[in-house]
């Protein structure tokens, strides 16, 4: 089991920012993880960065009207999510990371199990177990793009501000 530790000063605001990180370069699977967390941590300032960091990661599939609408039926109320994947953020301090940030990502002896593709886990400190996504390479460049990051974004506990019962 492989597990590659990320850490960032500031989180990027703009495409351009996100493209000027080493990790940007998408040659490991793991960090293009990553970029994700740092992509849908941008959308509750700025949702069309937020689009346009996932246009990138996502390669030639293009980020769809589908993935457009599912980003945000998921944010509608749960802005936190993405802020959940960052070390040091838990319910009880509302999702705050501590600083740098730092992000886990994890493979499992089950993540490569169909060629060209990788299922990578992060956790969340609002869920029990690690969340999966995959990434596709594209082998004419060795780049490792955003396949499915929808397990990402599923709910997790509230934060302890909005826990009527805390």
Partial sequence: MERKQYTFSVLPATL???KALPESSLQDPFASAALCILALAQYPK???VCYQMMEFLKG?????P???QFIRDRFFDKD???RSYFAGATPENNYTPAQPFTLAVEDNPYSRTNEGYITLYLTSGGADSPR???????????????????GLLMG?????EEDPWA
């Fill in 16 to 18: 351009e920012e996100l």
């Fill in 60 to 64: 030639p599939a293009g980020l769809t």
């Fill in 80 to 82: 936190y999510v993405p």
């Fill in 132 to 150: 999966s996504m995959s990434l596709r390479l594209k082998p004419s460049t060795g780049q490792w793009f955003v396949h499915e990051y929808g």
């Fill in 156 to 160: 997790i506990r509230i934060p302890k």
């Fill in 66 to 68: 589908y993935d457009r």
């Fill in 46 to 48: 700025d949702r069309e």
